[in-house]
Nanobody
Framework: QVQLVESGGGLVQAGGSLRLSCEAS????????LGWFRQYPGKERAFVAA????????YSSDSMKGRFTISRDNAKNTVYLQMNNLKPEDTAVYYC????????????????????WGQGTQVTVSS
């Protein structure tokens, strides 16, 4: 069974940076769309960014794109989320997920389009 394993979360002060990593256990995900979501307590998972197999990217908003950068290294079966200028409101559990390719782009903003999920990594930003 394919697994996704996140790492890189932790505690950081506001204005700081973190880089999250998500490694897939199999190379079969090379063609998949790999996304990042975050979840606040009591809330549903919210889309952050996604990387297509073609190395094009989508983000939840322009402001997110200005602080966060998603990238993928297919040779390492890994997707990254570089987070800069972190704010206390970025505090959440961050999940990576994989979705089959070939769907309309707008589908990849929804967690329901993703069938494989990692266990999540906590990011805490102190003020």
């Amino acid at each position: 069974q394919v697994q996704l394993v996140e790492s890189g979360g932790g505690l950081v002060q506001a204005g700081g940076s973190l880089r999250l990593s998500c490694e897939a256990s199999e190379r079969t995900l090379t063609a998949f769309v790999l996304g990042w979501f975050r979840q606040y307590p009591g809330k549903e998972r919210a889309f952050v960014a996604a990387a297509m197999a073609s190395a094009s990217f989508i983000y939840s908003s322009d402001s997110m794109k200005g602080r966060f950068t998603i990238s993928r290294d297919n040779a390492k079966n890994t997707v990254y989320l570089q987070m800069n200028n972190l704010k206390p409101e970025d505090t959440a559990v961050y999940y990576c997920a994989a979705s089959a390719p070939g769907r309309p782009v707008w589908r990849y903003y929804s967690p329901s389009s993703y069938t494989i999920w990692g266990q999540g990594t906590q990011v805490t930003v102190s003020s």
